[in-house]
T-cell receptor
């Protein structure tokens, strides 16, 4: 079974600084997707960034980037130039490419990020 | 407009009540999901509907009963719940036949069972 581990329940960062959130996963699959979702106080889960396992290049979305280490099964999220609006719970998620047409996500337990002014 | 709308936003019910959670998606997706989010635990997948057919039931107790009348609507019928069922219930949708389609979530229903 696939598992996703986020070892940092809470993190804090000073506004305008950089922070890295850790995520590791366990799988025997070779093809899969990895995601970072953000859940602000509004409770809606918002997709931040995604990475296809077959791509060696790390995904980047504006101030958000990942460090994907497939051999180490590590998928960390780096937030540059942190803003107050980045404060939220961040979830790492894994999805394998099943033969079924609806694909499930396995989530980590989340990291609560606080941005200090 | 989030694309996925859940009602009610908050619900308090007694253990003998019957209530329903509603989810509607306006994204043209063909797969819908119910997740349970409890404090300090990973999101737990409860049910998956793919083209209106239930394809996944992750050992969810029968006091939770899903219904998917069409690809845009998803319900979760609740009856004789327990206090430990108190949680945030999240609905999501995706385009099932696109491999890289992410899940789009609603704002959830905060359920409290007294």
């Amino acid at each position: 079974a696939q598992t996703v581990t986020q070892s940092q329940p809470e993190m804090s960062v000073q506004e305008a600084e950089t922070v890295t959130l850790s995520c590791t996963y366990d799988t025997s699959e070779s093809d899969y997707y990895l995601f970072w979702y953000k859940q602000p106080p509004s409770r809606q889960m918002i997709l931040v960034i995604r990475q296809e396992a077959y791509k060696q290049q790390n995904a980047t979305e504006n101030r958000f980037s990942v460090n994907f280490q497939k051999a180490a099964k590590s998928f960390s999220l780096k937030i540059s130039d942190s803003q107050l609006g980045d404060a939220a719970m961040y979830f790492c998620a894994y999805r394998f490419l099943s033969s079924g047409s609806a694909r499930q996500l396995t989530f980590g337990s989340g990291t609560q990020l606080t941005v200090l002014p | 407009e989030t694309g996925v709308t859940q009602t009610p936003r908050h619900l308090v019910m007694g253990m003998t009540n019957k209530k329903s959670l509603k989810c509607e998606q306006h994204l043209g997706h063909n797969a819908m999901y119910w997740y349970k989010q409890s404090a300090k635990k990973p999101l737990e997948l409860m049910f998956v509907y793919n083209f209106k057919e239930q394809t996944e039931n992750n050992s969810v107790p029968s006091r939770f009963s899903p219904e998917c009348p069409n690809s845009s609507h998803l319900f979760l019928h609740l009856h004789t719940l327990q206090p430990e069922d108190s949680a945030l219930y999240l609905c999501a949708s995706s385009q099932a036949d696109r491999q890289n389609s992410p899940l789009h979530f609603g704002n959830g229903t905060r359920l409290t069972v007294t």
